[in-house]
């Protein structure tokens, strides 16, 4: 078993871009400028916004937090989205889901300019992604690629089974590992809550792909030996011995499965780092005007 080192990847491919981020600040005079809303005050939203702005001063980019009150109406957020939309300052922004429940997300996300949609949730990114067009790819999708890239994982014609259909990793990792691509051409299988007879089918999976939001849902007995396990789960569960009272779990039963895996991702420490890193590098794509020329 080898451990995919999402943390250390993540801070090598930041190092990477920081460079590259200067070279482009001295050519063009300027620096990429990533915002984020945030509405209420739901506490793990904020430790992961807080984790994007942090990376922003990392890589040298600039970031404006935008916080907005709980009790925000949908036209008031749209409107806040559509400023930035036309601040030429701001290369790209996002608004950080999940949104209180009076708010549309879908509207939310429609009332995004594309162009600067860095987490690749509007629909013509989504769509572009699924035809192979140039695009912002969601965060996560990208930085499990980028995983697979980096340990030099095959996937070409491999069997990888996702569990899990959501619109920001699921289903969009799923896309791209079946596209005709590098890293891609597997034979993908989609699970999700209604597939029957679960176990028989992800004990195919030659890279499985837990994405569910169920703390240690895959057991050892649902992965094949020596199967590539990318656990992409982030769940905070009571731990009474740790000093918060709680800790961060993944999708992955990690303790028992680990020893059944050729390569496997923690929780924390695989996935969650590598997510940040994409929407930083869609940030530099956007500042560029790369995928929108
Ligand atoms: N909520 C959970 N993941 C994400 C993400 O990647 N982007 C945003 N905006 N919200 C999220």
């Known amino acids: 078993m080898k451990l995919i080192d999402g943390k250390a990847v993540s801070e090598e491919l930041k190092n990477t871009l920081k460079q590259d981020v200067l070279e482009y600040q001295q050519r063009t005079g300027r620096t990429p400028h990533l915002a984020a809303i945030i509405v209420g005050n739901n506490p793990a939203s904020k430790a992961y916004v807080g984790n994007k702005v942090k990376s922003c001063h990392q890589v040298g980019f600039r970031s404006t937090l935008i916080q907005l009150p709980e009790d925000i109406t949908e036209q008031l957020l749209i409107e806040e989205i559509q400023k930035l939309n036309n601040d030429p300052d701001i290369d790209g922004f996002i608004v950080q ?56 994982i095959e996937v070409s014609g491999k069997h990888v089974v996702v569990v899990g259909r959501s619109n920001i990793v699921g289903t969009p ?17 989609l699970a999700h809550s209604r597939t029957k007879n679960l176990s028989e089918i992800t004990l195919q999976g030659d890279i499985l792909i837990a994405a569910i939001g169920i703390p240690d849902f895959i057991k050892e007995d649902m992965v094949k030996d020596n199967a590539v396990v990318i656990d992409v789960g982030i769940n905070r569960v009571a731990a009474p011995d740790q000093p918060k009272g709680s800790k961060l779990t993944g999708d992955v039963d990690f303790l028992n499965v680990r020893s059944k895996t050729s390569y496997i991702t923690p ?27």
Request: charged fraction near 15%; proline fraction near 11%; charge should be positive.
């Open 97 to 152: 889901l999940p949104l209180p429940a009076h708010i549309d997300e879908v509207k939310v996300t429609l009332a995004i300019d594309p162009k600067k949609d860095v987490d690749g949730f509007h629909p013509v990114n989504f769509g572009r992604m699924a035809q192979g067009l140039p695009c912002y790819l969601p965060a996560t999708p990208y930085g499990i690629l980028l995983l697979l890239d980096r340990y030099n």
């Open 173 to 189: 990792i799923s896309i791209l590992l079946s596209r005709k691509a590098n890293p891609g051409n597997a034979t993908v299988t």
């Open 267 to 293: 929780v924390p420490g695989g996935v969650g780092p590598m997510t940040v890193l994409g929407l930083m590098l869609n940030t530099f794509k956007a500042a560029k005007k790369e995928i929108y020329p």
